[in-house]
């Protein structure tokens, strides 16, 4: 049975009329299109994307509730040490849009539903939360958290991508200062995104922050909160995070004070696979430290940091096809080259939704 989707019909007219392009033109190519304008009949993730192309724009714009410009785009998500923007660049933006246009596919495509997208409330326990997660995750504390957290959420039915740039486009880089990740929320087709600019821990961090938001089913994006909810709101979910991802019966057990300092945090770090910034922060939250050390060591962290981000600045920039296969959701792929395989959409349709060329395609049919 084909899927069709319920799109705006002012969206539609909107991005038509603005690209100029005549509707005699568009009723050769795309015979239904009146038919699309006047809501008679829903078209399907096929033909929306088709009309995209036909008018040069994203095919994400199109399923939007109401027409955007880039000067009225807002976004609320997570971000450098948590604070909001009020405007954003255009980098993000279009990144925002592939993944609402994967979603979009996605939606069309999976058939069940993950039951646990939006189970909470923020008026619900913090504890309630926190055992749900770690139901969903595991209690084990492993090597390599990241791998395992990632391949656990795939199979929990999250999809889940990581880029340092706007799709392949090397020019086009995601800047970390603006943004570390963000989750569009859907009970079918959840997306987690990861700025690959980050750290490792803190790619880490975004994860499981973002799937936290999963649980009380918030996306973060067009949301229109005020900026102290949405900080409260950030706040809420950092301390979900932390206790997941370090919890307080272990590091109270494994915290020596009469070890230095400096040294605690550097063997925590590594067995939590955490930066130091959130085993002090966990120390500080639990009083075990005084906030005197607490800003001072901060402070220290922090000068550490930007050295770090210095060196990594000069650094190459990797090995392609390697660094494709592991920004690139496997599932997602799979499903978009078995719709190809069933000549459900063309290769050309499937480059435009992965967002790679044929070298890019290649590699990831090939895998690992």
Same mark, same amino acid.
């Given at each position: 049975?084909?899927?069709?989707?319920?799109?705006?019909?002012?969206?539609?007219?909107?991005?038509?009329?603005?690209?100029?392009?005549?509707?005699?033109?568009?009723?050769?190519?795309?015979?239904?299109?009146?038919?699309?304008?006047?809501?008679?009949?829903?078209?399907?993730?096929?033909?929306?994307?088709?009309?995209?192309?036909?008018?040069?724009?994203?095919?994400?714009?199109?399923?939007?509730?109401?027409?955007?410009?880039?000067?009225?785009?807002?976004?609320?998500?997570?971000?450098?040490?948590?604070?909001?923007?009020?405007?954003?660049?255009?980098?993000?933006?279009?990144?925002?849009?592939?993944?609402?246009?994967?979603?979009?596919?996605?939606?069309?495509?999976?058939?069940?539903?993950?039951?646990?997208?939006?189970?909470?409330?923020?008026?619900?326990?913090?504890?309630?939360?926190?055992?749900?997660?770690?139901?969903?995750?595991?209690?084990?504390?492993?090597?390599?958290?990241?791998?395992?957290?990632?391949?656990?959420?795939?199979?929990?039915?999250?999809?889940?991508?990581?880029?340092?740039?706007?799709?392949?486009?090397?020019?086009?880089?995601?800047?970390?200062?603006?943004?570390?990740?963000?989750?569009?929320?859907?009970?079918?087709?959840?997306?987690?995104?990861?700025?690959? !600019? *980050? $750290?490792?821990?803190?790619? @880490?961090?975004?994860?499981?922050?973002?799937?936290?938001?999963? +649980? &009380?089913?918030? %996306?973060?994006?067009?949301?229109?909160?005020?900026?102290?909810?949405?900080?409260?709101?950030?706040?809420?979910?950092?301390?979900?995070?932390?206790?997941?991802?370090?919890?307080?019966?272990?590091?109270?057990?494994?915290?020596?004070?009469?070890?230095?300092?400096?040294?605690? !945090? *550097? $063997?925590?770090?590594?067995? @939590?696979?955490?930066?130091?910034?959130?085993?002090?922060?966990? +120390? &500080?939250?639990? %009083?075990?430290?005084?906030?005197?050390?607490?800003?001072?060591?901060?402070?220290?962290?922090?000068?550490?940091?930007?050295?770090?981000?210095?060196?990594?600045?000069?650094?190459?920039?990797?090995?392609?096809?390697?660094?494709?296969?592991?920004?690139?959701?496997?599932?997602?792929?799979?499903?978009?080259?078995?719709?190809?395989?069933?000549?459900?959409?063309?290769?050309?349709?499937?480059?435009?939704?992965?967002?790679?060329?044929?070298?890019?395609?290649?590699?990831?049919?090939?895998?690992?």
């Amino acid at each position: 049975m084909i899927q069709r989707l319920n799109v705006n019909t002012e969206v539609l007219s909107t991005y038509i009329r603005n690209s100029n392009t005549p509707i005699e033109y568009l009723r050769q190519k795309l015979p239904n299109i009146d038919k699309f304008l006047k809501g008679e009949l829903e078209p399907t993730f096929n033909q929306v994307y088709a009309l995209s192309k036909l008018i040069n724009i994203p095919t994400g714009l199109l399923l939007l509730k109401e027409p955007i410009s880039a000067s009225s785009l807002n976004v609320d998500f997570r971000t450098f040490n948590s604070e909001l923007l009020s405007d954003i660049s255009s980098e993000l933006k279009d990144t925002i849009i592939e993944m609402q246009e994967k979603q979009e596919f996605l939606k069309e495509i999976v058939e069940n539903e993950c039951p646990f997208v939006g189970i909470f409330t923020f008026d619900d326990d913090y504890s309630d939360v926190i055992l749900k997660a770690k139901e969903l995750l595991g209690n084990e504390i492993t090597r390599k958290r990241f791998d395992n957290y990632r391949k656990i959420l795939g199979q929990l039915g999250i999809f889940i991508f990581l880029n340092g740039k706007y799709k392949d486009n090397t020019h086009r880089p995601l800047n970390l200062n603006e943004f570390r990740g963000f989750v569009l929320s859907d009970k079918k087709a959840p997306i987690i995104f990861i700025n690959q !600019l *980050d $750290s490792k821990t803190g790619q @880490f961090f975004t994860l499981i922050h973002e799937f936290v938001h999963l +649980l &009380y089913g918030d %996306s973060d994006l067009f949301d229109g909160e005020d900026s102290k909810k949405r900080s409260k709101t950030e706040a809420i979910i950092n301390s979900i995070t932390a206790e997941i991802l370090v919890p307080k019966e272990l590091i109270s057990d494994m915290f020596d004070n009469q070890i230095d300092i400096r040294t605690s !945090l *550097d $063997s925590l770090s590594r067995k @939590f696979e955490v930066s130091k910034f959130v085993i002090l922060r966990r +120390l &500080y939250d639990l %009083s075990m430290l005084s906030r005197k050390d607490f800003m001072s060591l901060q402070n220290e962290l922090e000068a550490e940091f930007k050295l770090i981000e210095n060196i990594k600045k000069n650094s190459g920039g990797g090995n392609y096809h390697n660094n494709l296969l592991f920004r690139m959701d496997s599932n997602f792929f799979n499903h978009v080259n078995n719709a190809v395989q069933q000549n459900k959409i063309t290769y050309t349709d499937a480059f435009g939704i992965v967002g790679v060329g044929y070298k890019g395609y290649k590699i990831l049919s090939r895998g690992g």
